[in-house]
């Protein structure tokens, strides 16, 4: 379909995509974007919101291909990993807590959720910057 634009409407669709790119750059969301998008095209709603949603894929796409992706995410990870381990302290502290006090089982298992959380997401940091190390 691109093949059958005119060179003009080619230029025209290449400036709104750079400019959807800048604005989600910036971190507007999408759905403003589209609303955005009204000032310059005439496409309903959906599609302006669809064109949107492209250009984001499009980026992600491309970002994700990029080798500076795992590096750009590796600090996220790091943080990740905290919240991971301050999920597995609090989990171990409550469940602490709870034999101390002799309560019901009910009550280790839900402090042993945190825990178990605590740990996924330790785990996942760790993984993301592993490959982060990559070659």
Known sequence: MLNDLIPE???ALEYLTHLVG???ADGVLPDRIADELNQYVTW??????????NVQRELRAA???SPEAPKS????RRIQMLYG????TAGLSVAGIIYLKSAP????IISLGAVLWGILETSRGFIGI???WGP
Do not use: G, M
């Open 130 to 132: 592993y490959r982060s």
């Open 63 to 65: 970002f994700a291909a």
């Open 73 to 76: 995410l590796a600090p996220q």
């Open 105 to 108: 089982l009910a009550l280790y």
């Open 85 to 88: 381990l301050i999920w597995v």
């Open 9 to 11: 409407e080619k230029q």
């Open 22 to 24: 800048e604005r989600l």
């Open 44 to 53: 309903d709603y959906h599609k302006r919101t669809q064109f949107v949603r």
